[in-house]
């Protein structure tokens, strides 16, 4: 974030306190940090006094502050598709009793917002608030395959190409192919590519002109399912999709800013 000087700075101290999930000290900061120790230091103390971060002196660890709370619940309730989407969601989980997830594209990357958990539920990785990969997951390449050309450029470029598992999609000329094949066929599919024994279908949600807003899936384990089963819920899903993309437009969901690849 160099380009951002010193507020792009700040929000990276920001993220870093927020990754470690708990309170962090000072020297586990330093670690992993790109700062040097004052400059580290003046911006905990810069975010500490304006009631972004907390300091416990007690315990001597920093964490996020009220005010960030507030912020980000303010962020929610007027840029995530969460809100407008919770009674599909929970509609879709009661009628499937899968595992279901909604997202958007944060930075190129997998933002999930809200979830519901399957009745009997299999652990994974994704949960609301986690960032994830949209190269390997069903909502990335949902949302991936209806960006415009130049979006959709950027946002590639981006992809760390990681492999997770034997399935992962490792370059750029896979995950195209890929996506060609779910704009045509209006769908994604996650084939183990993230989690070993995890698979799900997804739609993307767009707006009346195409724009993308978000993604929703069905989530299953081949411990008790295969993608036979899972593609019998793609127009239940599709349908959902569609209802919160025209619920988001009647509510005049922010348009955004394309640097932000279409997302909130």
Partial sequence: MAGDG??????????????????????????SSSFPKASLYRF??????????????????????????????????????????RPILDALSLETGE??????????QVLYVDKRNAKNPVEMYSEAGKVGPA?????GKAMLAFLDDDLLDKAISQQSFHRFTD????SEEVL?????????????????????????????ILTSGGRVLGAIS???????????????????????ADQIGAEAEAWRFPEGRKDRMQAS
């Fill in 6 to 31: 010193t507020i792009g700075k700040a929000c990276d101290v920001l993220e870093q306190v927020a990754a470690f999930g708990r309170p962090v000290r000072f020297a586990e900061l330093l670690e």
């Fill in 44 to 85: 905990l103390q810069s975010l500490t006094n304006q009631g972004m971060l907390s300091y416990d002196p007690d315990r001597q660890t920093y964490s996020p502050g009220l005010r960030l709370v507030r912020l980000a619940h303010s962020a929610w309730t007027q840029s995530s598709l969460a809100p407008i989407a």
């Fill in 99 to 108: 595992t279901v997830h909604l997202a958007q594209l944060d930075s190129s």
């Fill in 135 to 139: 190269y390997c997951t069903g909502v």
């Fill in 167 to 170: 399935k992962t999609l490792t």
């Fill in 176 to 204: 195209r192919a890929d996506l060609v094949r779910i704009r045509e066929r209006g769908f994604a599919m996650d084939d183990e590519e993230h989690e070993p024994g995890i698979i799900c279908v997804a739609c993307p």
């Fill in 218 to 240: 069905i989530t299953g384990s081949t411990q008790r399912m295969d993608f036979d089963q899972l593609k019998k819920w793609v127009p239940r899903v599709r349908r959902s």
